[in-house]
């Protein structure tokens, strides 16, 4: 007899319940709602959330789509209060439809359970329906309204359904499909009340500047704009607090933030807050409360302001609490990123909540097994959302596994998690945060520091947690030690590092470190340099930076900034256990800079499991995991130790946007790790794995060799068939999409035919390095013209006339002699904009001195000239250059005199006579100014001249005639021209004769 659906449903119900506390499952209860009749298989409840009900079906011979229209009936029902005693909310918004595989039907019923606890096809879909998120205002977060019956409830996935496990699930029930916008909207609100308060409290400090310095005290910070958005958020984010502990045990005479401002009083009584705060700081959660109770006690000196300020960010607090938001207590944290004045100086830009939880699914996937057991560390902590997000990835899997978050929640507050952070109030929130998840439990000694920055009393320059690189070897006393800040439960504490800190301590290091380099950011007119802040002087932070020169780093490098210096400070703090894990958040630029080469060699020869993710979006600001940043990152994840068959290989996941939800970032690790084998790069043009969620395809993954000694190329790519060509190509084998047989063709690095002149700051820099002076313009009769600015529509055609002279300095004549040796008629464009630029490399009829944008390439015959110059405009030669170049900013490939060295290109050398001369004459033939001016390269698919270019480098260069590969070139050239990162989300087309008549009126 087949099993019926209660009964199948019984034993999901059996597997699911015990997988987190906080839950109450109840099954097929009558008439749970009120004023209606409908009965669901399960309801979900959850104090202080919205229930979730969950439809349950069993799929035949063929899948069981049915019961749609059950499930959307709940939205909107009211569990009866007096069935479900004791909730908050009790509106149905999220309903869950569940399928389960046929072979539960037939199976005996004692296996039915074990086999659903390993279970891995189940499917499932989850809906949901609220209020609108368009228009979010203070109005729509503090009115309860119940969600519209007209509108078609949202689904995750869009189309098709997901499949997995029963954790899986569970997953989906907790962190459900709230949309980011939502998240960002109550950041919004939260950042606009807190601006408004922060503008009363200096308005007030004009007047009474005693409140300024006591404020300025407290938080360790000079008076003003940042200081006082700080402490208006410290007390908001006590509120925030004070609405979770209000009546719990020891806290019963605590009020509610409603009732609080019930009475519908004008201004919140400040005695009344105080009075509160004393009870719960006799319990514990110092971190949150004392520095807030002192602010409060400051601004008190104005009592007309006190009130009014309580009011508003007490409104704030409860406005927030009202969204249900699970991530409500991490909302001051992004906050908090969000005001810090010196993000424009050291770009600390704050990791959003998707990448959070995608980057802690990397570092813990399932399968980690005693992860109660786990040391977690973030080394540039912020306000502990990386940190927060592996602790909350570690308790779900505690209790997926069948035990009690609760019951480890003060072994890993107290010795596990490890955050280091400059900003004092930077390590509270983290603190906070940390804690507010089991309020009820008190805290002792947290492991939460502030470390020392900048000069020190002895005259020494500190460096926060960059130090610990020199713990514990060279600081073996303890009266040797360097001191840091303690968050505790109950007081802070003074304690010594290297009495902290041991090196191979860490299970998991997680970091999104602040990026600074020595030279400027191209997103900002404002400098990020290292060690650069709005409260440090130049002399300071040169000394903070030869402080850092004098470690002993391995694989850090100043040229790469900071983050390469985190990235070896974790090495050495990860055990070698063979299991231990980094994940990582950086700048794109690190997979491909030849400055980050030390550290890519250490994770491709000391590291096993490396998974590469990047964005293939055409838009900067969404190729970033962080907030608040046009430049594109990566994560980066990789297990500590060699493993045969798996060290100096990597997973390279492109997505094609950035996840929308929480729910989709852990959906996009799930697929990753159930993929059996991945595509390799090596493989024929056919692309990588797609990574579906339901039907919808998000990105691809290819499993690439990690290359020695060079770059990472398998980065923001939509179509993976396209690496895959160049990197065959680079091989010396044409194999592209489409083409049936592969063609050789004559492949070397660029060093091996071609030197690079001179460095611009050789030639023109200010003092005694420079051999030149720069002057706009140029005539026939300038002894030394240069070709110095990118100027797109004058340079359409490979000939191009120089745009500036050189006038040799005084007593400069041997060095101005050297670098006219290396001058030359090439021009290779380092700086391509792909979306603006046509040529790859532009060509002088006279040599002409290359700047920083164009140096010269001067190749060992002249006449290679000619042959290099139609490869590199040619379509093939494109592809190299964009797999090599670093794909940072939206449709711009940008490289180094360095990296295009090691770039590969047509070898020249092995061309016959006859070909050279070939190329010579086609080059003859399309190089004049008018009719044979190209397109940009995002519009390539659409040139007539590239595609004469192309088609006679293949037939009379390279001997290429089949129609097979033509024909793949031209795919090639629309392949191309549809990659985000080259046409960079620009819609516009160049008019090439509009251009040119312009062009004539302007001379």
Known sequence: MANSENTITSAFVNVLRPMRDAWNINEQITR????????????????????????????????????????????????????????TYNIIENVLRVRMPARFRTMPQDKIEPEMRHAEDLAYILLNKSESESELDPVLFITESAPDNETAPESFPQSGWLNGSVADIATAIRVRATPISKIDAAADLLEKRIETAAQQLEAAIQERPSIG?????????????????????????????????????????????????????????????????????????????????????????????????????????????????????????TVFQRLIVDRKYVKANYTRLESVALLSALVLPKTQENVSELKVADFACGTGSLLNGAYQRILELHEHAGDKGSHIHTQMIEKNLVGCDVMPNASHLTASLLT?????????????????????????????????????????????????????????????????????????????????????DANSSVPKAVFKGSDRDKEEAQKMRRARRQKDWRVGDGNAGLPSDFVDLSDKMLKENGKSRMGFILPVTCLMSPHWQKVRDMWATEYH????????????????????????????????????????????????HRPKSVLEALEIVNTTYRFDSVRRLEDEPSGGNPLKVGDEILGHALNCPLQIDSAWEAVRIKEMALIQSAYRLAKGEMWLPTQATPLEIPICLVSNIAEVGAHHRDIREKGERGAFDLEKGYTQTDLYPALWHLNAPTQRAMVVEPDCHLIPRPNRHDKAQAILARNGRVHFNVDIGFSANSLGVLFTEKPAIGG???????????????????????????????????KQQPGRGRGSRTALLQMPTLDVRCLSDEALSNAERIFHALKHKKDKRMLPFNEAADDSVRHELDSRLLNEVLGITSEDAHNAVHRLRELLSAEPSIHGGKKSRCDLEKEWEKLQNSL
Request: glycine fraction near 6%.
């Open 32 to 87: 749970p709602f009120l004023n209606a009749t409908q009965k669901p298989d399960v309801i979900v409840t959850e104090k202080g959330r919205n229930p979730v009900v969950i439809e349950v079906k069993v799929d035949g011979d063929t899948p069981n789509f049915t019961g749609k229209g059950q499930a959307e009936a709940h939205f909107g029902m009211l569990l009866d209060p007096s069935v479900f005693a004791g909730l």
């Open 213 to 333: 310095a006591e404020i300025e005290a407290i938080l360790f910070q000079k008076a003003g704009e940042q200081t006082s958005r700080m402490a208006m958020l410290i007390v908001t984010n006590a509120f925030v607090f004070q609405s979770v502990l209000a009546g719990k045990p020891e806290m019963e005479r605590v009020m509610s933030l409603k009732r609080m401002l019930s009475d519908n009083a004008k201004r919140l009584r400040y005695a009344q807050v105080i009075a509160g705060w004393n009870i719960i700081l006799k319990v514990n959660y110092r971190p949150i409360f004392h520095v807030a109770k002192r602010i409060v006690e400051a601004v008190a000196t104005d009592d007309a302001l006190v009130d009014m300020i309580l009011t508003t960010l007490c409104d704030t607090a409860k406005a927030l609490v009202d969204q249900r938001l699970t991530q409500i207590h991490e909302l001051a944290g």
């Open 436 to 520: 507010s998840i089991y309020p009820d439990l008190k805290i002792g000694n947290t492991r939460i520091h502030t470390m020392p920055y900048g000069s020190q009393e002895d005259r020494s320059y500190a460096l926060g947690a960059l130090d610990l690189y020199d713990i514990p070897e060279t600081l073996p006393l303890p009266m040797m030690g360097t001191a840091a800040q303690q968050i505790g439960g109950e007081d802070d504490t003074t304690v010594m590092t290297q009495q902290e800190f041991r090196y191979g301590e860490f299970d998991i290091v997680v970091l999104n470190p602040p990026f600074t380099r020595p030279d400027s």
């Open 609 to 656: 499991d490396v998974v590469v993710i990047t964005i293939a979006d055409a838009k900067g600001e969404s190729c970033a995991f962080s907030a608040d940043t046009s430049m594109a990152e990566c994560m980066v994840v990789a297990t500590k130790g060699k493993k045969t068959n798996n060290t100096g290989r990597g997973r390279f996941i492109s997505l094609n």
């Open 852 to 886: 920083s944008s164009l140096p010269n390439v001067i190749l060992k015959k002249t006449i290679y000239d000619y042959v290099w110059t139609l490869w590199c405009n040619s379509t093939l030669g494109l592809l190299l250059h964009w797999a090599h170049s670093s």
